[in-house]
């Protein structure tokens, strides 16, 4: 017999999976989600490069750097939660 616990993560799986069919399910919304951050990144680092006032150059490389690494977080845990 199945463990409860894993009957649930499973139901709640599907549903989730079942919310997200018309955007092309989990996977690809994540991966959609991680476009759209590399490309926000990409945007924070090239205003740093162009910008030559030290401390706005400085925040936009930070900003990039943060919104990359937590970025990778959610993924990484919407990854493993989804099982994707």
Known sequence: MAN???????QARAAIELA???WGGSAACI???E??????????WSVARVID??????IASSC?????????T???????????
């Open 31 to 33: 991966d959609a989600y």
């Open 35 to 44: 476009t759209g951050i590399r490309a926000l990144t990409e945007l924070q």
């Open 4 to 10: 409860p616990e894993s009957r649930g993560e499973d």
């Open 64 to 72: 990039a750097d943060l919104t990359r690494d937590i970025a990778a």
């Open 20 to 22: 997200l069919s018309p």
């Open 74 to 84: 959610q993924v990484s845990s919407a990854r493993w939660l989804l099982d994707v």
């Open 53 to 58: 006032l030290e401390p706005v150059r400085s």
